[in-house]
């Protein structure tokens, strides 16, 4: 199982940018399919963006569609999440999460029940 372990969360003002990390320490960090989900107090964990083994497939949620913007360095073993124009409702606990590929067909995940690993979650409060 594939260690998850995120940061760059923060307290911040809306319409501030943030990056948000997650580092996956593995040899084989090309395996996995990632993503980047949130949940709010009382509320579901959502899907925010997703991106497949080779970066050469991305999903971004209507919700951020524009704000945010998912990408992955498998130099550095560690995926982001860009944010822009932050608004109060994406105050969240933000989860990245992995999935181990069975093939390179370069497909993403916007499910929470196809990943099978997870970080800690990182705390993202936008202030109005």
């Known amino acids: 199982q594939v260690q998850l372990v995120e940061s760059g969360g923060r307290l911040v003002q809306a319409g501030d940018s943030l990056r948000l990390s997650c580092v996956a320490p593995?040899?084989?960090?090309?395996?996995?399919?990632m993503a980047w989900f949130r949940q709010a107090p009382g509320k579901e964990r959502d899907i925010v963006a997703a991106?497949?083994?080779?970066?050469?497939?991305?999903y971004t949620a209507d919700s951020v569609k524009g704000r945010f913007t998912i990408s992955r360095d498998s130099a550095k073993n560690t995926l982001y999440l860009q944010m822009g124009s932050l608004k109060p409702e994406d105050t969240a606990v933000y989860y990245c999460?992995?999935?181990?590929?069975?093939?390179?067909?370069?497909?993403?995940?916007?499910?929470?029940?196809?990943?099978?690993?997870w970080g800690q979650g990182t705390q993202v409060t936008v202030s109005s």
């Open positions: 991106i497949d083994w080779s970066a050469g497939s991305t």
């Open positions: 999460a992995a999935r181990r590929i069975a093939d390179y067909s370069g497909r993403y995940y916007t499910s929470s029940v196809e990943y099978d690993a």
């Open positions: 593995t040899r084989t960090f090309m395996s996995y399919a």
